[in-house]
């Protein structure tokens, strides 16, 4: 099984900062890697996929990079509703895995 | 719109077998892409069961291969999945999701809204 790992495990910012997220694989997964927010009592949702593409009506302050083993999430200037738990997550090889998710809050 | 709908009993006993049904509506199953569950116990992480396409072909998550079986209907457009043998650790809310892509290159962009099992006597 691959192992992800986020850090950091939580963070307090305010609204306007600029937020960076970031998670390793255990082993190379190319940039099979994807980005979901999580919202109290919701579904998760998909934010980011193939580490780097934007899901269709996500806003564009949300943005992915890297490959291999080291990948970020940044959001260019936090808005209220981007308060959430973010997971990220490899599709390289079954079983898909999670990282264990970073709680956003406001500071 | 793609819409994935949870059901299946709340309660299950230690022991006992849960069963869940995903309904999918705004898309056929038989179009494509694999089908999966994922689940979250309270308070923590996101867990992947398995997934299946519509031919019947499935990957399952070794910690629960055991224990673990997932099915498709196309007639009705649904997949189920049952949970042998559960403990109180099977507590969670179970998500259904569609899984966009190829086996190895996939993302899930659709999901139920989540239903939770709590295992008790």
């Known amino acids: 099984d691959i192992q992800m790992t986020q850090s950091p495990s939580s963070l307090s910012a305010s609204v306007g900062d600029r937020v960076t997220i970031t998670c390793r694989a255990g082993?190379?997964?190319?940039?099979?890697l994807n980005w979901y927010q999580q919202k109290s009592g919701k579904a998760p949702k998909l934010l980011i996929y193939?580490?780097?593409s934007l899901q269709s009506g996500v806003p564009s302050r949300f943005s992915g990079s890297g490959s291999g083993t080291d990948f970020t999430l940044t959001i260019s200037s936090l808005q209220p509703e981007d308060f959430a738990t973010y997971y990220c997550q490899q599709s390289y090889n079954t079983p898909y895995s999670f990282g264990q998710g970073t709680k956003l809050e406001i500071k | 719109q793609v819409q994935l709908q949870e059901s299946g009993p709340g309660l299950v006993k230690p022991s006992e077998t849960l069963s869940l049904t995903c309904a999918v509506s705004g898309y056929s199953i038989s179009s494509g892409y694999y089908w999966g569950w994922i689940r979250q116990p309270p308070g923590k992480g996101l867990e992947w069961i398995g997934n299946i396409f519509h031919s019947g072909s499935t990957y399952y998550n070794p910690s629960l291969i055991s224990r673990v079986t997932i099915s498709v209907d196309t007639s009705k457009n649904q997949f189920s999945l049952k949970l042998t043998s559960v403990t109180a650790a099977d507590t969670a809310v179970y998500y259904c999701?569609?899984?966009?892509?190829?086996?190895?290159?996939?993302?899930?962009?659709?999901w139920g809204q989540g239903t939770l099992v709590t295992v008790s006597s």
């Open positions: 082993q190379s997964i190319s940039s099979y």
């Open positions: 999701a569609r899984e966009r892509g190829i086996v190895g290159a996939s993302d899930l962009d659709y």
């Open positions: 193939a580490a780097s």
